[in-house]
């Protein structure tokens, strides 16, 4: 089996989708498409990485279709794993998943996320 490389988002997403497998047009471009609308949105730093679709050629598994994305937001590597048993299904769950741990990294080193200053048990200044 030869990985099928099918593009690579050019605006401030660099991310390559490849998949191995059985895997047929409509199911690649609908990844695509839930992949790119999780990654390109405004807010983020650059993006770039790896997606990599597989579609199981044995019939008897459950959930032969499964996703792994290695993606560098910014400074920060994001990786996602996801399983389902149909095309679609993987897609909206890789969806979820890229924006939720994107979303994070994106955000992890936000101050108004933190407390201005540590309580008072902790050192903090005293009433």
Do not use: F
């Not at 095309?87 to 994107?102: I, P, V």
């Amino acid at each position: 089996m030869t990985a099928k490389d099918i593009g690579t988002r050019e605006n401030t997403a660099t991310v390559r989708v490849r998949a191995d497998g059985r895997v047929d047009e409509e199911s690649l471009a609908y990844l695509r498409e839930k992949v790119g609308t999780a990654l390109d949105r405004p807010g983020l730093p650059p993006v770039s990485g790896d997606v990599r679709i597989v579609r199981a050629t044995a019939r008897r598994i459950a959930q032969p279709w499964s996703a792994g994305a290695e993606i560098r937001v910014g400074g920060d590597l994001v990786v996602v794993h996801a399983r389902e048993a149909t095309a679609r299904e993987l897609a909206d769950r890789l969806h979820d998943r890229l924006r939720a741990t994107t979303e994070r990294a994106a955000h992890r080193g936000d101050t108004t996320r933190r407390t201005a200053a540590p309580p008072p048990w902790r050192g903090g200044p005293q009433k």
